[in-house]
């Protein structure tokens, strides 16, 4: 099929799905299923189709070989905004989302997602790998849209065989195996199951979690051959190992797809399912990176371009190359447009559907400009920032430390992004008034999409129907004193140490969602010799204030955690904060506080 009789197919059959009701069960068997793959932190440079000629990648390349490429798509500068702006069609600042840590990495309660928007149009919907946007209940997966969710809720996990930090619809679940087959396999029984189980298509959202460090692959005692062997071609090709072992993950991610592919071939699937492939911000890696400025959390073009593939048989013409801006943000009307879901009227929508230009092989303009901002505690304009046009485009990485305005802007870089795409040449000097022009419609754009919006952890559900155990994080506590301190080193492995001084303490905002008597565990670990302190947990809403002390027990190490029983609390239900806290003076460290958890009684 030529290029033109495919792009008019896809225009006939974009054109017949926009005038079908999602309520018309005779059309939903011919809208196409969507299979949407995200790796993390994987750099626009990571690919053979993207220039690549280290990497072995041979099925991401066939499916920009075989499909359309977008060479200017942009996510965020870092994975948790990326994914919130995919899944609501927004700029993350809009969401309530702000941060990828400290409670910041919360999708806002009343956003919509894709996924509840293509179910409610009869989709099958799942979400395998990272979901990196609420681990409270309520904020789940499952609970946003997705009929089936196994995965991670955080930012990254610490082992890639035998996976011990992922949910199943929201139950603790053990595996075995290296954990990007383990989401394959996933993805892979959910298609089995929708091609066998109905005539409904399908939205399935894989999102790796490799190559995000730790930089690992097979590591058990099974199956460490095979992980080296990985690792062994890219060191014997001259590559450092943290290179080689991120070009490894990478491989075995493309292996996966390969694997993807095949299934969809065998059930028949292939033609009738838009397949995408992308990253959620720029890459880590550094041994090749094509000339590009800038990595992973900059807003230099190496921290916000990702490698973006688009696959459709006999829709989408091979070989095409988009080159309008285009971003994570327009998925959510893309999708809604190719399956014939209302988009949500209540609310404004940044992202614009992708399907004309797919349709119409078009370099025409897409977005008129492309918007970045990142500071992980508070959103502000001064400081890695970021606005593009077609051509132009102004930014600032580090801001000066006055507020002087003059002296904030020799930070400021204006790129021409057509003659100096590797954004090389500062021309600010040159073209001072189209940078006061573009600083003006960043300005703006960042007073809108923040506007009405408080940044802070949402208050932590206790007593929701589908989870009885909460444990309260550390990284979510508002700390208070001299030597209080949180310590990061994995997530679940976290902790608050250095309490000394009574007084000193972290406090945690709770929404009891289910008035009744909690169970009051403490997670910690105290060296023998510091153990014997008192602490205090003092709970605080509208009624009568409550309290619970505790003896700090000596573990092993202070590096070795236990879960002790604190007390029995009654809770009324509403906002209320929980304080943890030193009851007397310290000689020493008093323990090193890794959770707490409340459970209904």
């Not at 509840?116 to 499952?142: D, I």
């Amino acid at each position: 099929m030529s290029r033109v009789s495919c792009a008019t197919s896809l225009c006939a059959w974009v054109a017949l799905v926009l005038l079908a009701s999602p309520v018309f069960a005779q059309s939903i068997a011919q809208r196409p299923n969507v299979i949407l793959i995200m790796t993390d932190d994987q750099g626009y440079w990571d690919t053979g189709a993207t220039g690549n000629p280290h990497i072995k990648t041979p099925h991401m390349d066939a499916i920009a070989k075989q499909g359309a490429t977008l060479s200017r798509y942009y996510a965020a500068p870092v994975c948790a905004p990326t994914r919130a702006g995919t899944m609501t069609g927004r700029y993350y600042l809009r969401t309530g989302l702000y941060n990828t840590r400290f409670g910041g990495d919360t999708l806002g309660k009343d956003e919509v997602t894709v996924a509840e928007l293509l179910r409610r149009a009869g989709y099958r919907t799942s979400l395998f790998g990272k979901w990196h946007l609420g681990k409270y209940p309520g904020y789940q997966p499952q609970q946003r849209g997705f009929d089936q969710f196994m995965g991670h809720y955080h930012g990254h996990i610490e082992r890639y065989q035998f996976a011990d930090q992922l949910y199943h619809n929201g139950q603790p679940v053990r595996s075995r195996g290296y954990v990007s087959d383990l989401f394959t396999d996933a993805a892979i029984d959910f298609i089995r199951q929708s091609d066998t189980a109905s005539d409904q298509p399908f939205f399935c959202a894989l999102m790796y979690n490799a190559p995000h460090s730790p930089f690992l692959l097979d590591t058990s005692h099974y199956d460490q051959p095979q992980g080296d062997a990985f690792i062994k071609r890219y060191l014997d090709a001259g590559l450092p190992i943290r290179e080689a072992r991120i070009y490894a993950m990478i491989e075995r991610i493309d292996q996966n797809i390969g694997r993807l592919k095949q299934t969809l071939k065998e059930l028949g699937q292939w033609q009738n399912t838009v397949l995408i492939f992308t990253s959620d911000n720029g890459g880590v890696s550094t041994y090749y990176n094509g000339g590009m400025h800038g990595r992973k959390a900059s807003v230099y073009e190496g921290g916000v371009r990702a490698p973006c593939f688009v696959q459709w048989p006999g829709r989408i013409p091979a070989g095409m190359i988009i080159n309008a801006q285009t971003s994570h943000i327009d998925w959510l009307p893309t999708f809604c447009e190719l399956a014939g879901a209302k988009l949500p009227e209540d609310r404004q929508l940044d992202g614009r559907s992708l399907a004309s230009l797919l349709c119409n092989d078009s370099d025409a303009p897409h977005h008129r400009y492309v918007y970045h901002t990142w500071d992980r505690y508070t959103p502000n304009p001064h400081q890695r920032w970021a606005i593009s046009g077609d051509r132009w485009k102004l930014m600032c990485q580090v801001a000066a430390t006055v507020t002087d305005s003059s002296q904030q802007r020799k930070q400021w870089r204006l790129y021409d992004l057509q003659a100096d795409p590797d954004e090389t040449k500062n021309l600010i000097g040159q073209h001072p008034e189209i940078a006061n022009q573009l600083r003006k419609e960043f300005l703006a754009w960042f007073e809108d999409v923040t506007e009405g919006q408080t940044y802070q952890p949402v208050a932590i559900p206790v007593g929701h129907p589908d989870e009885a155990v909460v444990e309260l994080s550390p990284s979510w506590a508002k700390l208070k004193g001299d030597h209080v301190q949180y310590v990061f080193e994995g997530y679940d492995w976290d902790t608050i140490e250095g309490w000394r001084n009574a007084g000193e303490s972290a406090t945690w905002q709770l929404d009891v969602q289910a008035a009744g008597d909690y169970l009051v565990k403490a997670s910690y670990g105290s060296a023998a010799v510091d153990s014997g302190g008192c602490l205090q947990l003092k709970f605080l809403s509208e009624s009568k204030p409550q309290q619970i002390e505790h003896t700090v027990q000596a573990t092993a190490t202070a590096n070795q955690f236990k879960t002790v029983v604190v007390g029995t609390v009654r809770l009324p239900k509403g906002k209320q904060s929980m304080t943890a806290c030193v009851a007397d003076q310290c000689d020493a460290e008093l323990m090193r506080l890794n959770s707490l958890q409340l459970i209904r009684q």
